[in-house]
């Protein structure tokens, strides 16, 4: 079982809907991630947390709006999203560690679809 | 931006045979990872590697950081039927910042025939 949970795990939503994905984490890391997938293809970074703090976002479209309340938590809000955003979402996290050498543990994902 | 070239993209082997797959680059990486992703679920890691040179070993896997930190390999010996995956190599560069997102080769589809 994976240490990094994420909730839900499928998401059916029309395009005017708003609606959040949610991560957690309890292995104290200070760094969270979130990545999208497409199908058959490897995942691509959206946004990096650092000790609660937004630090990388990817020319991410604003329909996505990332939220990190505490250490433990991060979540991904969704508004107005297009159906080529239809994708499993992925959460990670990791100690933000020196010479970036803390390695990532994945959630198993949240899948979403945009009718 | 980053890219990774990873290969080959699909292998068909038999049970029992030996894989090896391997992950480069045009740019320097500080940290490279071995994830394996089984359907519906997230990569879960395999290997870390954090030096150049470095060997490490996971069991029946084995992984190198190549000495020019522009590439890296991941070998299986001996595979079996829960093998069957997609494998990504991943790197990680530090800007300072404490943390960065990871740059994640195409994945290798193995597929183990009977």
């Known amino acids: 079982d994976t240490e990094v949970t994420q909730t839900p795990k499928h998401l059916v939503m029309g395009m005017t809907n708003k609606k959040s994905l949610k991560c957690e984490q309890h292995?104290?890391?200070?760094?969270m991630y979130w990545y999208k997938q497409k199908a058959k293809k490897p995942p691509e970074l959206m946004f990096v947390y650092s000790y609660e703090k937004l630090s990388i976002n990817e020319s991410v479209p604003s329909r996505f709006s990332p939220e990190c309340p505490n250490s433990s938590l991060l979540n991904l809000h969704l508004h107005a999203l297009q159906p080529e955003d239809s994708a499993l979402y992925l959460c990670?996290?990791?100690?933000?560690?020196?010479?970036?050498?803390?390695?990532?543990?994945f959630g198993d994902g949240t899948r979403l679809s945009i009718l | 931006g980053q890219q990774l070239n990873q290969s080959p993209q699909s292998m068909f082997i038999q049970e029992g045979e030996d894989v090896s797959m391997n992950c480069t680059s045009s740019s320097i990486f500080n940290t490279w990872l071995w994830y394996k992703q089984d359907p519906g679920e997230g990569p879960v890691l395999l290997i870390a590697?954090?030096?150049?040179?470095e060997l490490t070993s996971n069991g029946r896997l084995t992984a190198q950081f190549g000495i020019t930190r522009k590439d890296s390999f991941l070998n299986i010996s001996a595979s079996i039927p829960s093998d069957v995956g997609i494998y990504f190599c991943a790197g990680r560069t530090y800007s300072g910042g404490g943390a960065d997102g990871l740059t994640f080769g195409k994945g290798t589809h193995l597929i183990i025939q009977p």
């Open positions: 292995m104290g890391h200070r760094a």
């Open positions: 590697l954090y030096k150049a040179g």
């Open positions: 990670a996290s990791s100690h933000p560690g020196r010479q970036g050498a803390q390695p990532q543990h």
